[in-house]
């Protein structure tokens, strides 16, 4: 079995884990536990950053605010014009309680 192969089996085993926790609590409780606080702060500024970009920031000003390369942030704006992002979907859906 290959390194990519391992990692993908268990983002598949993970992604199912989470789908059953089904409160806010538990569900932050189990990311701090399974991941370093970089990594928890890491994934936390990349959701922000997701965020900014689709309420229509400009990335300058992204770049500014959050202290991060125009990369990173490039990457996420790529991610949300692709036509079957889930997380543009998710945002989308998030965006349409308010």
Do not use: H, P, V
Request: net charge positive.
């Amino acid at each position: 079995m290959t390194e990519q192969s391992t990692d993908q089996k268990g983002i598949d085993e993970l992604s199912e884990i989470l789908s059953e926790i089904s409160d806010k609590k538990t569900m932050s409780f189990f990311l701090k536990e399974i991941m370093t606080e970089k990594e928890c702060f890491d994934i936390g500024l990349r959701w922000k950053l997701m965020q900014a970009i689709y309420s229509g920031e400009s990335q300058r000003k992204i770049s500014k605010d959050y202290k991060i390369s125009l990369c990173k942030i490039t990457r996420g704006s790529k991610i949300l014009k692709k036509e079957d992002s889930c997380s543009k979907k998710i945002l989308d859906n998030k965006n349409k309680d308010l």
